[in-house]
């Protein structure tokens, strides 16, 4: 099968100028337009496989501690009937777990120190089937949760916040006080620390306190739980499970997912990942573009060997596909090396970033201010497919002009100083 010489003309101007013959496989400004948008390409892989990991990452880690669907009263008022709410839920076959619990907010102090924290009173028998929180607590800490015995659990952050360790004492303060003669006076309980824990996330290490769901009931003198807090098979159809479980359950329920918890989060995140697809793909468009001013060259350059091949009997369609070849050469070439480096990064991007911060002395993510504390990277073919089609579009399309010029020149003209 003999190769059509429209692809080896193409295939040899581009890895040949003239000018720079002699100094390599790849003519100079062949190379300049493959690497331009090999580097677009990978910045673009790289970006958006760090903006998935890391909204994955953090999604994870709060599913850890945050359950997938709550049902709770309104006003914080308890349930009217626990165990009637929990068979009508459980009756759901998305539904693998159940447990209620009782939330608030309240005050947490520890001589001069004091600091909000969320109150979560549970049933530490039926807290694993929720979430999985339970298998991060040290020591068998849920277990030291017995009703009456006013033991707390605290996040990580928020114990060294407030200088305790377990066995350490610390008095929670109710948002709402008593009457007495003397005026309101606030509700104080002290409790002690039995345990702490670590979700990896910072907004609930930092303010996250749970208690035996009795002991949360005294205190904050509530006839039982608020809620209940479920776990399905399937964390993605949370919302269609909600909506299912809004036209079962009898009563005045509220119910909110786990996506709309942090809703104004996950939106941000993914405004932002639009945002930054759109300015990298004009990143690679530049660099693909620059294609144009390489073909335009290779034109200029080659006006004689046109002029032949016209003589010889090339027609001008003939003349055009030479130059799209060597313009599509570099396009694929550009992109396929942009997609072997961006993956290659992406892949390897936890040994690649904590070698540069030890190399450079710097955090890059410190967890107070991003959630997370290490660089997390999730490759998804949804982007890395539309990434290297666009690249290659945007490559062809830049071949069209300067093809197309090539294919006007006269061969008269082009020999008259030959």
Do not use: C
């Amino acid at each position: 099968m003999q190769i059509p010489y429209e692809l080896l003309l193409g295939w040899r101007y581009t890895r040949a100028g003239r000018a720079t013959r002699r100094n390599g496989f790849i003519s100079f400004i062949s190379g300049v337009s493959m690497l331009g948008i090999a580097l677009g390409v990978a910045a673009l892989i790289i970006v958006l496989s760090v903006m998935n990991g890391f909204q994955k990452e953090v999604r994870d880690r709060m599913l850890g501690v945050v359950s997938h669907i709550e049902i709770f009263s309104p006003y914080g008022q308890a349930l009217p009937d626990v165990a009637k709410t929990l068979a009508e839920v459980r009756a759901n076959p998305q539904v693998i777990g159940a447990a209620p619990f009782i939330g608030t907010q309240a005050l947490l102090a520890r001589g001069e120190d004091m600091k909000g924290a969320i109150v979560r009173g549970i049933d530490p028998a039926l807290e694993g089937e929720v979430t999985d929180l339970a298998a991060t607590l040290r020591g068998g800490a849920l277990d030291r949760l017995v009703s009456g015995e006013f033991g707390v659990v605290l996040g990580r952050d928020l114990a060294r916040q407030l200088g305790v360790q377990e066995g350490d004492k610390v008095t929670l303060v109710a948002p709402s006080g008593q009457v007495t003669p003397a005026g309101v006076v606030p509700r104080l309980k002290q409790m002690t620390v039995v345990g702490t824990f670590d979700s990896g996330h910072y907004e609930y290490d930092a303010g996250l306190l749970m208690l035996h769901v009795d002991d949360a009931a005294r205190i904050f003198r509530l006839e039982g739980p608020t809620g209940i807090r479920l776990k399905l098979k399937d964390l993605h159809q949370a919302r269609e499970v909600g909506a299912q479980l809004a036209g079962t359950l009898s009563g005045d329920l509220l119910i909110r997912d786990w996506t709309r918890q942090n809703r104004n989060w996950f939106a941000a995140v993914q405004l932002e990942k639009r945002m930054m697809f759109i300015i990298l793909t004009l990143i690679v468009a530049v660099a693909a573009f620059n294609l144009v001013s390489t073909l335009v060259m290779t034109v200029t350059d080659k006006r004689a060997d046109i002029a032949i091949l016209r003589t010889l009997g090339a027609s001008p369609a003939s003349i055009m596909g030479i130059f799209v070849v060597q313009g599509a050469a570099v396009g694929v070439i550009g992109t396929l090396s942009g997609l072997l480096l961006g993956l290659g990064v992406a892949f390897n991007i936890d040994v690649i970033v904590p070698a540069l911060e030890s190399l450079l002395q710097a955090s890059f993510l410190p967890k107070d201010i991003y959630l997370i504390s290490r660089m997390p990277s999730d490759p998804q073919s949804s982007d890395i497919v539309p990434i290297g089609v666009i690249s290659l579009v945007l490559a062809f399309v830049a071949t069209i002009y300067p093809s197309w010029r090539a294919s006007r020149v006269n061969p008269a003209e082009a020999l008259r100083y030959e």
